[in-house]
């Protein structure tokens, strides 16, 4: 009712997701319940459910609706399973997680677009959600362990806090920088140790601080 976006969501899912490799039904309908243009800079809203990033300020980008529901696909989530996020951004990805009935933990770097993400969520009634303003590579140590860490920002490798701070059984998804190019992997964590599955390649903003790239590889 009153949402003049309801079909373009509707042909994102079936033709962003659906087609792909997005069959996960709880998935699937987390895609059509988050109104993406809300996330978006107004001036962009006619292009929120098209098939790319959108830039959000600061330098950073709202990711391809596609990485967002792969990556929440491969994560695993179950409803009540704490899940870490490094890289709120705008804020879509968290409320998709939300959606699955997950308790959310997000980290954002730049503060101004945590404060953002968090009035956005907010405003939409998202209200069961922890943010803070930090270097998520470190993670958040009081609230450990997690079921599933989502990293939405590319790293040069896995920060070792965050294989640290997830549960036994737990599932981390990370973009990891190769060569040129940047591909998505999937660390799960058994009794014994860590098995490392690799995805499909992907293309995200760089993920920065301790643990991550020292500065803005971007920045020449
Ligand atoms: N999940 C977001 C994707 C945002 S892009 C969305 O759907 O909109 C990745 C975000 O990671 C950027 O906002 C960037 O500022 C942030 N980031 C980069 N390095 C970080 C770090 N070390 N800790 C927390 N956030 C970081």
């Known amino acids: 009712m009153g949402d003049p976006f309801?079909?373009?969501?509707?042909?994102?899912?079936?033709?962003?997701?659906?087609?792909?490799?997005?069959?996960?039904?709880?998935?699937?309908?987390?895609?059509r319940r988050v109104p993406r243009h809300e996330f978006v800079p107004e001036n962009l809203r006619q292009q929120a459910y098209a098939d790319g990033p959108l830039p959000i300020g600061e330098g950073q980008t709202i990711s391809q609706?596609?990485?967002?529901?792969?990556?929440?696909?491969?994560?695993?989530?179950?409803?009540?399973?704490?899940?870490?996020?490094?890289?709120?951004?705008?804020?879509?990805?968290?409320?998709?997680?939300?959606?699955?009935?997950?308790?959310?933990?997000?980290?954002?770097?730049?503060?101004?677009?945590?404060?953002?993400?968090?009035?956005?969520l907010r405003r939409l009634n998202y209200t069961e959600v922890h943010t803070r303003a930090a270097n998520g590579t470190l993670g958040w140590e009081e609230e450990a362990p997690f079921d599933a860490i989502l990293v939405t920002a590319g790293a040069p490798q896995i920060p070792r806090p965050l294989l640290d701070q997830?549960?036994?059984?737990?599932?981390?998804?990370?973009?990891?920088?190769e060569d040129y190019s940047q591909v998505l992997y999937i660390v799960r964590r058994t009794e014994e140790g860590f098995e490392k599955e690799r995805g499909e390649r992907c293309t995200f903003v760089p993920l920065i601080g301790e643990h991550g790239w020292k500065k803005d590889p971007r920045i020449h």
């Open 6 to 31: 309801r079909i373009d969501r509707e042909r994102m899912v079936e033709h962003q997701l659906k087609k792909r490799s997005i069959h996960d039904p709880r998935v699937l309908q987390a895609f």
């Open 65 to 120: 609706p596609y990485m967002v529901a792969i990556m929440t696909q491969v994560a695993e989530i179950t409803p009540g399973n704490r899940i870490l996020e490094i890289g709120t951004g705008s804020g879509y990805q968290t409320a998709i997680l939300l959606e699955m009935a997950a308790e959310v933990y997000t980290i954002e770097r730049v503060p101004q677009l945590s404060e953002q993400a968090l009035e956005t």
């Open 166 to 177: 997830l549960a036994i059984g737990g599932r981390l998804v990370i973009p990891l920088d």
